[in-house]
């Protein structure tokens, strides 16, 4: 089967989010192109200058967002899968910039987010479809080799040494991409975009006259948003189980693993957070999954700035005191 088709029905998914931002209106409408990129659809959404220019600058964005996967993907052949393969080395400036803020979130998250779960990931292998999960013996000797806090970065941070861990960026590097993207975005002068990496998202301005509007994914019905919400200018990410996943006997596994149990997490069925970058709300959103409802929101409430909405388990919903503030639930 190829990525392509694999991801078919949760890439259905995510273009109805997109569908419902970009809504059909009268008037005057958005420039927007879509690609795949970073083994998701990822829309680039302005507006305001004429289409030459909206066109150049949308290139821009997608530019910075291939050259972020074509060196932070695991995917043979990249600086990131030399970097593991070497057990350390040198690394660019921006591999640098990443690896420093997943080690930072690693610390701040107890481990809940930890960029040294490869081996898990690996194991586990969920992109390969339904099949057995590992045996309790080999999960054990995956988390053997499982701890961020092995990892040594020099004092500039450019020469690493993995402590013989290998690192994976799934949880963060999409949104230290975007990132970069609305960066591109605002150097070529356009003040009111939305990048759109599968439904994780960095908005800025406005839609012309109103406010941009955003589908949050209902977890459990493809079709349904939990919530449609004018967020704040930053970023909206969510984490799921949803996306990424396959059942077997009944049972769902998907692609947040624990790195306490060595499993994937159990507590939530998604994780939606605000922050001003879409690089800590990538972070956050990864480790609240992990960490559950509870302490995950009592997480969120420690980090300044930064607000979540949780959908726990049994389908509860569960927001922190400022969600409502920086994305407003729109009617529909
Ligand atoms: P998505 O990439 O689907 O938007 P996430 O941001 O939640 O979802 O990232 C999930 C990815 O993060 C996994 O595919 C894997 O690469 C990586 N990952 C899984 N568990 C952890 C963890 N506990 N800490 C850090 N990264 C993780
Ligand atoms: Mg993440």
Redesign the pocket.
Known sequence: MTRLARWAVPLAAVALVMAYAYGRRPGPAPFTETRFLMDTLVTVTVWGPPEPEARAAADRAFAALAAVDQEMARVEGTPLWELNRAGGGRVSEALASVLADALAWARRTGG????T?APL?DLWDIPRGPHPPPSPLAVEAALSQVGWDRIRLDAGGRTVDLGRTRV?L???A?GWAIDRAAEALRTAGVTDFIVNA?G?LYVAGRRGDRPWRVGIQHPRDQDRFLRVVAPMEGAL???GDY??FYEWEGRRFH?????RTGRPARGCQSVTVWAPTAVDA?AL???V??LGPEEGLRLLETQPGVEGLVVAADGTVRETPGFARVAPEVRR
């Open positions: 809940a987010f930890d960029p779960v990931l994976d799934g949880g963060i999409k599968g994780d990410v969510t984490s996306e990424r692609h947040i693993l624990d790195p990538d959103s990864t480790a999954f992990v």
